[in-house]
């Protein structure tokens, strides 16, 4: 194959990403610079590639601690390619580090619509909500822009190089939320958590589930100590018909309290709902040796009983 020319966008761009991964980020951003302006005299439109190109130098500019040069190369990229996700991860960065804080999180949550397995946009989101939370109070949410809603036609685009997003997504399948399962919450969290967690519950009451999901993972953030946040939310996802996530939280729930009546029982439900009725009847065992006389339970497991025979 033959080598790229020195001077064509395509070499400039080979050499910047060369540079880039060399540490030599103010050289790289000159080099992006160059490609740009080579690709603009062209005259026929790219859109893909100066996106890229913008990102790229984004990259840099964010290394090199420059962030509204980085915020005006990441707002370039998306005008000319409409949510890509490294510039967003890239804008939010230099958002947070410019401590506006509700830009980053706009753009996090842009992310995770286009790919919620993002561990870097799932761990900004965290950050972002804490940081919202004690500068704007409770009703942060109401002082929020607004998010953009992103197409289903929007695919993944993982930009070339450079980045270390690449990796990202397989490794983030392997862990959830590491930062908030290490956190120790102090007595302030504790407290913010039960507000939290009392906010979801009145929620309920009111028939709003999708918003007491809100309130109890917020609620989590603070602390991931209480069960029946777990098994609340649980519920939640129950009447929304999220199973899966109803098993999941069920799951974290009994990890925290082997004896959590509520979640054997909804994830008995959430089990039966995916036609999995071994291990709904497993959980109604278990809930029927705490609770020889819980009524529900009991006919819960005449139910299964006639689906597993």
Known sequence: MA???????????AAGNQC???????????????????????????????????????????KDGNCSDCIKDCTSALALVPFGIKPLLRRASAYEALEKYSLAYVDYKTVLQIDENVMSAVEGVNRMTRALMDSLGPEWRLKLPSI??????????WNSLPSENTRETAKSRSKENTTVKNRVPSAGDMERARVLKEEGNELVKKGNHKKAIEKYSESLLFSN?????????ALCHLVLKQYKE?????????????KNVKAFYRRAQAYKALKDYKSSFADISCLLQIEPRNVPAQKLRQEVNQNLN
């Open 3 to 13: 080598p790229k020319p020195p001077d064509s966008v395509e070499g400039l761009r």
């Open 20 to 62: 880039f991964r060399n540490g030599q980020y103010a050289e790289a951003s000159a080099l992006y610079g160059r490609a740009l302006r080579a690709l603009q005299a062209r005259g026929s439109s790219d859109p893909e590639e100066e996106s890229v190109l913008y990102s790229n130098r984004a990259a840099c500019h964010l």
């Open 148 to 157: 953009p809603l992103v197409p289903v036609s929007a695919q993944k685009r």
């Open 225 to 233: 100590l209480e069960s029946t946040t777990y098994s609340n939310r």
């Open 246 to 258: 109803a098993v999941k939280d069920c799951t974290e729930a009994l990890k925290l309290d082997g």
